[in-house]
Protein backbone atom coordinates (compact mmCIF):
# COMPACT_ATOMS: atom_id res chain seq x y z
CA UNK A 1 0.00 0.00 0.00
CA UNK A 2 1.18 3.73 -0.72
CA UNK A 3 2.15 5.65 1.84
CA UNK A 4 0.25 8.20 2.77
CA UNK A 5 2.41 10.40 5.57
CA UNK A 6 1.12 13.62 7.02
CA UNK A 7 3.01 17.12 4.83
CA UNK A 8 2.14 19.65 7.57
CA UNK A 9 3.90 22.76 5.55
CA UNK A 10 1.25 22.08 2.78
CA UNK A 11 -1.78 24.31 2.70
CA UNK A 12 -4.77 23.80 0.68
CA UNK A 13 -4.53 26.90 -1.54
CA UNK A 14 -6.46 24.94 -3.99
CA UNK A 15 -10.13 25.25 -4.85
CA UNK A 16 -11.82 22.13 -5.44
CA UNK A 17 -12.92 23.09 -8.71
CA UNK A 18 -10.46 20.13 -10.30
CA UNK A 19 -10.53 16.41 -10.06
CA UNK A 20 -7.67 13.68 -11.15
CA UNK A 21 -7.88 10.47 -12.64
CA UNK A 22 -5.23 7.93 -12.24
CA UNK A 23 -4.56 4.94 -14.11
CA UNK A 24 -2.75 2.38 -12.50
CA UNK A 25 -0.94 -0.26 -14.35
CA UNK A 26 2.01 1.46 -16.02
CA UNK A 27 1.43 4.61 -13.87
CA UNK A 28 1.38 3.77 -10.09
CA UNK A 29 1.88 -0.06 -10.40
CA UNK A 30 4.18 -2.49 -12.80
CA UNK A 31 2.95 -5.60 -11.97
CA UNK A 32 2.85 -6.02 -8.00
CA UNK A 33 5.86 -3.50 -7.46
CA UNK A 34 4.93 0.33 -6.89
CA UNK A 35 6.57 2.29 -9.62
CA UNK A 36 9.40 4.93 -8.59
CA UNK A 37 7.78 8.43 -7.74
CA UNK A 38 4.38 7.12 -7.30
CA UNK A 39 4.36 7.16 -3.48
CA UNK A 40 6.07 10.79 -3.23
CA UNK A 41 3.42 11.51 -6.51
CA UNK A 42 0.35 11.02 -3.83
CA UNK A 43 2.07 12.47 -1.12
CA UNK A 44 2.09 15.77 -2.86
CA UNK A 45 -1.33 15.46 -3.26
CA UNK A 46 -2.42 15.28 0.31
CA UNK A 47 -3.05 18.04 2.54
CA UNK A 48 -1.76 18.14 6.26
CA UNK A 49 -4.80 16.00 7.30
CA UNK A 50 -3.88 13.31 4.73
CA UNK A 51 -6.48 14.19 2.32
CA UNK A 52 -6.39 14.32 -0.79
CA UNK A 53 -6.47 18.55 -2.21
CA UNK A 54 -8.92 17.29 -5.02
CA UNK A 55 -11.42 14.44 -5.87
CA UNK A 56 -9.13 11.59 -6.73
CA UNK A 57 -10.28 8.32 -9.07
CA UNK A 58 -8.14 5.16 -10.04
CA UNK A 59 -9.15 4.50 -13.39
CA UNK A 60 -8.27 0.97 -14.80
CA UNK A 61 -8.96 -1.54 -17.46
CA UNK A 62 -8.43 -4.09 -15.19
CA UNK A 63 -12.23 -6.42 -15.13
CA UNK A 64 -11.23 -10.23 -13.88
CA UNK A 65 -11.19 -8.95 -10.13
CA UNK A 66 -13.17 -6.62 -7.62
CA UNK A 67 -12.90 -3.35 -6.73
CA UNK A 68 -10.87 -4.37 -3.41
CA UNK A 69 -8.18 -6.22 -5.34
CA UNK A 70 -7.59 -2.81 -6.69
CA UNK A 71 -8.18 -1.21 -3.73
CA UNK A 72 -4.80 -0.45 -1.94
CA UNK A 73 -3.98 2.59 -2.68
CA UNK A 74 -7.79 4.12 -2.12
CA UNK A 75 -10.78 3.27 -0.85
CA UNK A 76 -13.21 1.15 -3.00
CA UNK A 77 -15.32 4.10 -3.89
CA UNK A 78 -11.98 5.70 -5.54
CA UNK A 79 -11.59 2.78 -8.52
CA UNK A 80 -12.98 2.44 -11.45
CA UNK A 81 -12.48 -1.19 -12.99
CA UNK A 82 -13.57 -2.08 -16.80
CA UNK A 83 -17.08 -3.08 -16.01
CA UNK A 84 -17.83 -0.42 -13.13
CA UNK A 85 -20.26 1.54 -15.67
CA UNK A 86 -22.55 -1.53 -15.67
CA UNK A 87 -23.78 0.18 -12.80
CA UNK A 88 -25.25 2.83 -15.62
CA UNK A 89 -26.70 0.49 -17.87
CA UNK A 90 -29.58 0.11 -15.72
CA UNK A 91 -31.43 -1.88 -18.84
CA UNK A 92 -29.02 -5.17 -18.39
CA UNK A 93 -30.14 -5.17 -14.66
CA UNK A 94 -32.46 -7.32 -14.85
CA UNK A 95 -31.45 -9.50 -17.59
CA UNK A 96 -29.88 -13.39 -17.82
CA UNK A 97 -26.22 -12.61 -18.31
CA UNK A 98 -23.30 -14.91 -18.87
CA UNK A 99 -19.67 -13.85 -17.76
CA UNK A 100 -16.39 -14.60 -19.69
CA UNK A 101 -13.28 -13.50 -18.30
CA UNK A 102 -10.76 -14.62 -15.12
CA UNK A 103 -11.32 -13.83 -11.26
CA UNK A 104 -13.96 -14.47 -8.89
CA UNK A 105 -16.54 -13.65 -12.07
CA UNK A 106 -19.35 -15.93 -10.28
CA UNK A 107 -19.27 -14.58 -7.14
CA UNK A 108 -22.31 -11.95 -8.99
CA UNK A 109 -24.55 -14.74 -9.29
CA UNK A 110 -24.47 -15.20 -12.94
CA UNK A 111 -23.46 -18.19 -15.49
CA UNK A 112 -20.10 -18.37 -16.89
CA UNK A 113 -18.48 -20.34 -19.37
CA UNK A 114 -17.24 -22.94 -17.59
CA UNK A 115 -20.47 -23.73 -16.29
CA UNK A 116 -22.11 -23.20 -19.40
CA UNK A 117 -19.39 -26.44 -20.84
CA UNK A 118 -19.78 -28.18 -18.14
CA UNK A 119 -23.76 -28.63 -18.43
CA UNK A 120 -23.08 -28.72 -22.35
CA UNK A 121 -20.35 -30.67 -23.04
CA UNK A 122 -21.05 -31.51 -26.66
CA UNK A 123 -21.38 -27.31 -27.26
CA UNK A 124 -17.37 -27.84 -27.12
CA UNK A 125 -15.29 -30.20 -28.87
CA UNK A 126 -12.03 -28.74 -29.80
CA UNK A 127 -10.54 -30.43 -26.77
CA UNK A 128 -11.06 -33.94 -27.80
CA UNK A 129 -9.87 -35.18 -24.40
CA UNK A 130 -12.87 -33.70 -22.87
CA UNK A 131 -15.65 -34.63 -25.37
CA UNK A 132 -18.62 -36.89 -23.14
CA UNK A 133 -18.44 -40.31 -23.94
CA UNK A 134 -21.89 -40.94 -22.75
CA UNK A 135 -25.49 -38.97 -24.67
CA UNK A 136 -25.97 -35.77 -23.48
CA UNK A 137 -28.68 -33.64 -23.75
CA UNK A 138 -28.59 -30.96 -25.94
CA UNK A 139 -31.34 -28.51 -25.01
CA UNK A 140 -29.90 -25.07 -23.82
CA UNK A 141 -31.15 -22.19 -21.75
CA UNK A 142 -29.72 -19.20 -23.51
CA UNK A 143 -28.61 -16.41 -21.73
CA UNK A 144 -29.77 -13.11 -23.39
CA UNK A 145 -26.38 -11.12 -23.25
CA UNK A 146 -22.74 -11.83 -22.92
CA UNK A 147 -20.35 -10.17 -20.50
CA UNK A 148 -16.56 -9.76 -21.44
CA UNK A 149 -14.99 -8.97 -18.40
CA UNK A 150 -11.35 -9.57 -19.20
CA UNK A 151 -9.39 -12.38 -21.11
CA UNK A 152 -10.27 -15.85 -20.23
CA UNK A 153 -7.36 -18.98 -20.29
CA UNK A 154 -8.94 -21.22 -22.65
CA UNK A 155 -9.46 -18.99 -25.63
CA UNK A 156 -10.72 -21.50 -27.57
CA UNK A 157 -13.61 -22.97 -25.85
CA UNK A 158 -14.49 -19.10 -24.87
CA UNK A 159 -14.53 -18.53 -29.14
CA UNK A 160 -16.69 -21.30 -29.63
CA UNK A 161 -19.41 -20.50 -27.15
CA UNK A 162 -19.58 -16.90 -27.52
CA UNK A 163 -20.21 -16.28 -31.21
CA UNK A 164 -23.91 -16.55 -30.99
CA UNK A 165 -25.22 -14.04 -28.90
CA UNK A 166 -25.14 -10.80 -28.11
CA UNK A 167 -21.86 -9.20 -26.53
CA UNK A 168 -20.82 -6.42 -24.18
CA UNK A 169 -17.47 -6.52 -24.16
CA UNK A 170 -15.72 -4.45 -20.81
CA UNK A 171 -12.04 -3.87 -21.83
CA UNK A 172 -10.70 -3.17 -25.48
CA UNK A 173 -6.96 -3.05 -24.29
CA UNK A 174 -5.20 -4.52 -27.38
CA UNK A 175 -1.25 -4.24 -25.02
CA UNK A 176 -1.35 -3.43 -20.88
CA UNK A 177 1.70 -3.03 -19.02
CA UNK A 178 2.68 -6.09 -17.23
CA UNK A 179 6.20 -7.34 -15.75
CA UNK A 180 8.78 -6.51 -17.72
CA UNK A 181 6.92 -5.48 -20.86
CA UNK A 182 3.77 -4.61 -22.27
CA UNK A 183 1.90 -8.38 -22.76
CA UNK A 184 -1.55 -9.09 -24.69
CA UNK A 185 -4.87 -7.75 -22.99
CA UNK A 186 -8.62 -8.38 -23.52
CA UNK A 187 -8.46 -6.59 -27.00
CA UNK A 188 -6.54 -9.78 -28.21
CA UNK A 189 -9.20 -11.69 -27.70
CA UNK A 190 -11.68 -9.57 -28.93
CA UNK A 191 -9.58 -9.15 -32.38
CA UNK A 192 -9.82 -13.50 -32.57
CA UNK A 193 -13.76 -13.25 -32.10
CA UNK A 194 -14.63 -10.81 -34.44
CA UNK A 195 -12.21 -12.48 -37.10
CA UNK A 196 -14.04 -15.54 -35.86
CA UNK A 197 -17.45 -14.12 -36.72
CA UNK A 198 -16.23 -12.57 -39.92
CA UNK A 199 -14.81 -15.09 -41.48
CA UNK A 200 -18.33 -17.63 -39.97
CA UNK A 201 -20.95 -14.75 -41.04
CA UNK A 202 -19.10 -12.12 -43.98
CA UNK A 203 -20.10 -9.63 -41.76
CA UNK A 204 -18.76 -7.78 -38.50
CA UNK A 205 -19.58 -8.77 -35.15
CA UNK A 206 -21.68 -5.47 -33.50
CA UNK A 207 -21.75 -5.07 -29.94
CA UNK A 208 -24.23 -4.39 -27.53
CA UNK A 209 -22.07 -1.69 -25.99
CA UNK A 210 -18.11 -1.64 -25.46
CA UNK A 211 -16.26 -0.29 -21.69
CA UNK A 212 -13.59 0.21 -20.37
CA UNK A 213 -11.18 3.30 -21.54
CA UNK A 214 -11.19 4.62 -24.22
CA UNK A 215 -15.17 4.56 -23.81
CA UNK A 216 -16.97 7.57 -23.01
CA UNK A 217 -19.59 5.90 -20.68
CA UNK A 218 -16.46 4.80 -18.26
CA UNK A 219 -15.31 8.78 -18.40
CA UNK A 220 -18.46 9.83 -17.13
CA UNK A 221 -19.10 7.59 -14.46
CA UNK A 222 -15.60 8.31 -13.52
CA UNK A 223 -16.33 11.81 -13.18
CA UNK A 224 -19.30 11.18 -11.18
CA UNK A 225 -17.10 9.54 -8.24
CA UNK A 226 -15.57 12.37 -8.74
CA UNK A 227 -18.31 14.67 -8.25
CA UNK A 228 -19.31 12.73 -5.15
CA UNK A 229 -16.39 13.48 -3.23
CA UNK A 230 -16.45 16.95 -4.32
CA UNK A 231 -19.73 17.12 -2.30
CA UNK A 232 -21.69 16.89 -6.04
CA UNK A 233 -20.04 20.73 -6.81
CA UNK A 234 -19.36 21.06 -10.27
CA UNK A 235 -16.13 20.52 -11.32
CA UNK A 236 -14.03 22.68 -13.73
CA UNK A 237 -10.94 20.74 -15.01
CA UNK A 238 -10.42 16.98 -15.23
CA UNK A 239 -6.38 16.11 -15.44
CA UNK A 240 -6.60 12.23 -16.67
CA UNK A 241 -2.73 10.95 -16.06
CA UNK A 242 -1.97 7.75 -18.11
CA UNK A 243 0.65 5.47 -19.86
CA UNK A 244 -1.50 4.20 -23.00
CA UNK A 245 -1.50 6.40 -26.31
CA UNK A 246 -4.85 4.29 -27.40
CA UNK A 247 -6.96 3.87 -24.34
CA UNK A 248 -5.58 7.04 -21.73
CA UNK A 249 -4.56 9.50 -24.01
CA UNK A 250 -7.36 8.67 -27.15
CA UNK A 251 -10.48 8.29 -24.32
CA UNK A 252 -9.37 11.95 -22.28
CA UNK A 253 -9.42 13.56 -25.77
CA UNK A 254 -12.31 12.06 -26.77
CA UNK A 255 -13.84 13.43 -23.40
CA UNK A 256 -12.74 16.89 -23.61
CA UNK A 257 -14.47 16.82 -27.05
CA UNK A 258 -17.15 15.50 -25.35
CA UNK A 259 -17.42 17.98 -22.79
CA UNK A 260 -16.96 21.18 -25.03
CA UNK A 261 -20.17 19.77 -27.14
CA UNK A 262 -21.95 19.57 -23.97
CA UNK A 263 -20.98 23.19 -23.16
CA UNK A 264 -21.70 24.57 -26.69
CA UNK A 265 -25.38 22.67 -26.99
CA UNK A 266 -26.23 24.18 -23.22
CA UNK A 267 -24.75 27.62 -24.34
CA UNK A 268 -26.80 27.41 -27.44
CA UNK A 269 -29.93 26.47 -25.51
CA UNK A 270 -29.49 29.40 -22.85
CA UNK A 271 -28.97 31.84 -25.80
CA UNK A 272 -32.43 30.92 -27.76
CA UNK A 273 -33.92 31.30 -23.78
CA UNK A 274 -33.03 34.55 -23.41
CA UNK A 275 -34.33 35.03 -26.67
CA UNK A 276 -37.25 33.61 -25.78
CA UNK A 277 -37.45 30.74 -28.85
CA UNK A 278 -36.23 27.63 -26.69
CA UNK A 279 -37.42 26.10 -24.14
CA UNK A 280 -36.87 26.68 -20.31
CA UNK A 281 -34.36 24.21 -18.53
CA UNK A 282 -36.53 23.35 -15.38
CA UNK A 283 -34.95 20.17 -13.89
CA UNK A 284 -31.86 18.87 -12.50
CA UNK A 285 -31.93 16.16 -14.82
CA UNK A 286 -31.89 18.46 -17.84
CA UNK A 287 -28.73 20.71 -16.63
CA UNK A 288 -25.50 19.81 -17.73
CA UNK A 289 -23.06 19.47 -14.95
CA UNK A 290 -20.24 18.16 -16.26
CA UNK A 291 -16.67 19.52 -16.26
CA UNK A 292 -15.27 22.19 -18.60
CA UNK A 293 -12.07 20.29 -20.06
CA UNK A 294 -10.32 17.15 -19.48
CA UNK A 295 -6.60 17.83 -19.97
CA UNK A 296 -4.46 14.39 -20.54
CA UNK A 297 -1.02 13.44 -19.75
CA UNK A 298 0.91 10.87 -20.52
CA UNK A 299 3.75 9.25 -18.64
CA UNK A 300 6.42 7.34 -20.14
CA UNK A 301 6.74 4.55 -17.61
CA UNK A 302 3.80 2.43 -18.91
CA UNK A 303 3.34 1.22 -22.90
CA UNK A 304 4.09 4.25 -24.64
CA UNK A 305 8.02 4.27 -25.65
CA UNK A 306 9.21 7.95 -25.68
CA UNK A 307 11.46 6.57 -28.31
CA UNK A 308 8.96 6.03 -30.63
CA UNK A 309 6.73 8.48 -32.66
CA UNK A 310 3.48 9.17 -31.71
CA UNK A 311 0.64 7.48 -33.82
CA UNK A 312 -0.52 10.59 -35.33
CA UNK A 313 2.77 11.70 -36.43
CA UNK A 314 2.83 12.67 -40.50
CA UNK A 315 6.13 11.06 -40.58
CA UNK A 316 5.68 7.84 -38.49
CA UNK A 317 4.42 5.71 -40.92
CA UNK A 318 1.49 4.54 -39.02
CA UNK A 319 -1.25 4.33 -40.81
CA UNK A 320 -5.20 2.90 -40.11
CA UNK A 321 -3.31 -0.96 -41.16
CA UNK A 322 -1.34 -1.32 -37.66
CA UNK A 323 -3.72 0.76 -35.48
CA UNK A 324 -3.17 -0.51 -31.76
CA UNK A 325 -7.11 0.67 -31.00
CA UNK A 326 -9.96 -0.92 -31.42
CA UNK A 327 -11.53 -1.89 -34.68
CA UNK A 328 -14.48 0.88 -34.24
CA UNK A 329 -12.12 3.65 -33.09
CA UNK A 330 -11.22 5.64 -35.51
CA UNK A 331 -7.55 7.00 -36.43
CA UNK A 332 -7.32 11.12 -35.07
CA UNK A 333 -4.11 12.56 -34.49
CA UNK A 334 -5.62 15.32 -32.33
CA UNK A 335 -7.40 12.37 -29.82
CA UNK A 336 -3.64 11.01 -29.64
CA UNK A 337 -2.26 13.87 -28.66
CA UNK A 338 -1.41 14.29 -25.25
CA UNK A 339 -2.43 17.87 -23.56
CA UNK A 340 1.04 16.79 -21.53
CA UNK A 341 3.91 14.30 -21.64
CA UNK A 342 6.04 13.91 -18.71
CA UNK A 343 8.19 11.26 -17.73
CA UNK A 344 6.28 9.63 -14.79
CA UNK A 345 3.50 10.24 -12.20
CA UNK A 346 5.50 12.03 -10.17
CA UNK A 347 6.39 14.79 -12.91
CA UNK A 348 2.52 14.52 -13.82
CA UNK A 349 1.71 15.46 -10.32
CA UNK A 350 3.81 18.53 -10.23
CA UNK A 351 2.20 19.54 -13.78
CA UNK A 352 -0.78 19.60 -12.51
CA UNK A 353 -0.94 21.44 -9.08
CA UNK A 354 1.03 24.11 -11.18
CA UNK A 355 -1.80 24.36 -13.28
CA UNK A 356 -4.25 24.89 -10.30
CA UNK A 357 -1.75 26.81 -8.56
CA UNK A 358 -1.72 29.35 -11.46
CA UNK A 359 -5.32 29.06 -12.21
CA UNK A 360 -6.06 29.94 -8.64
CA UNK A 361 -3.57 33.42 -8.54
CA UNK A 362 -4.98 34.29 -12.10
CA UNK A 363 -8.96 33.99 -10.74
CA UNK A 364 -7.69 36.30 -7.67
Not at 188 to 203: A, H, I, N, P, W
Request: aromatic share 6%; charged share 20%; net charge negative.
Amino acid sequence: TFLLEKDRDRQNIFNLHAGVLFDVDGVLLRGRSVLPGARRALRKLLDQNNNFLFPVVFVTNAGSCQRQDKAEAAVQSQVVLSHSPLQMMKSFHDRCVMVCGQGPTTSIKVLSIEQLAQQHPLLDMVDHQRKPTPPVSTAITVPVTIILFGEPIKWETNLQLLIDLPILACNMDLLWMAEPSPRFGHGMFLLCLESVYRKLTGQELRYEALLGKPSLLTYQYAEQLLRLQNHNRKLTTVYAVGDNLLTDIYGANLYNRYLAQQHIAMTTAAKLVAQGTGSQVTTAEEEVVCAAQCRSILVCTGVYDPRSLLPGDQNSGVSETVFHGHRDLALEPDLVEPSHMVKDVEAAVDLLLQQEKTEEVTAL
